[in-house]
């Protein structure tokens, strides 16, 4: 059972916007930072997005963050095959332990 | 560019130590604007942080693992390693080192920890005797 909740499945043909949500808490992502990971097939995880929206120098524009209170929202546009992969977000959270609480994974399937 | 490179055993006997060390190239492990930290992924699972560390030596655990969990670091070999004590099956997994990267918190005054900026490819551990 993971800390942050995410859907297990999304799909969208090519070319259409697909997104992502993450829920979490007060303790976690309404006071911490939400940041999201793609993991394509048999590969480790890469960074997309930090501090909410920002995007690290490489990655396209097609894909955007945002958060709202206790939930984040992962957003891709203009989907394309090579974007098959599983996507996690991930914070921090402020309890005692202060360490990092990741979502389930949520696979995304480009018809 | 900096790099993350894990090693060690890939096979781990039930009850004994898991051990791993990551080692960064391209950079400095002792920069002041990071900790570094390590990550598991069972099989078909998701992602489990394990724990992170800060060059000084600070450590932050996951709870359910903190009394089977040792992270340290070498600033003179560039590298930080992590014990997992008692394994079981359980354990099994793909473990991943990674930086984390700091923002300036102007609430708190500190620097807090934000995401997981650089990641090693990753080493498959598996407990089995």
């Known amino acids: 059972q993971s800390v942050l909740t995410q859907p297990p499945s999304v799909s969208a043909a090519p070319g259409q916007k697909v997104t992502i949500s993450c829920s979490g808490s007060?303790?976690?992502?309404?006071?911490?930072?939400v940041s999201w990971y793609q993991q394509l097939p048999g590969t480790a995880p890469k960074l997309l997005i930090y501090e909410n929206n920002k995007r690290p120098s490489g990655i396209p524009d097609r894909f955007s963050g945002s958060k709202s209170g206790t939930s984040a929202t992962l957003g891709i546009t203009g989907l394309q095959t090579g974007d098959e992969a599983d996507y996690y977000c991930?914070?921090?959270?402020?309890?005692?332990?202060?360490?990092?609480?990741f979502g389930g994974g949520t696979k995304l399937t480009v018809l | 560019q900096l790099q993350l490179q894990e090693s060690g055993p890939g096979l781990v006997k039930p009850s004994e130590t898991l051990s791993l060390t990551c080692t960064v190239s391209?950079?400095?492990?002792?920069?002041?604007?990071?900790?570094w930290g390590w990550i598991r992924q069972p099989p078909g699972k998701g992602l489990e942080w394990i724990g992170s560390i800060y060059y000084s030596g600070s450590t932050y655990y996951n709870p359910s693992l903190k009394s089977r969990v040792t992270i340290s670091v070498d600033t003179s070999k560039n590298q930080f390693s992590l014990k997992l004590s008692s394994v079981t099956a359980a354990d099994t997994a793909v473990y991943y080192c990674?930086?984390?990267?700091?923002?300036?918190?102007?609430?708190?005054?500190?620097?807090?920890?934000?995401?997981?900026?650089?990641w090693g490819q990753g080493t498959m551990v598996t407990v089995s005797s």
């Open positions: 391209g950079g400095s492990i002792s920069s002041s604007s990071y900790y």
């Open positions: 991930g914070t921090w959270d402020s309890s005692l332990s202060a360490g990092a609480v």
């Open positions: 007060s303790s976690n992502i309404g006071n911490n930072y």
């Open positions: 990674a930086r984390v990267s700091t923002y300036y918190d102007f609430w708190s005054g500190y620097y807090s920890k934000d995401a997981f900026d650089i």
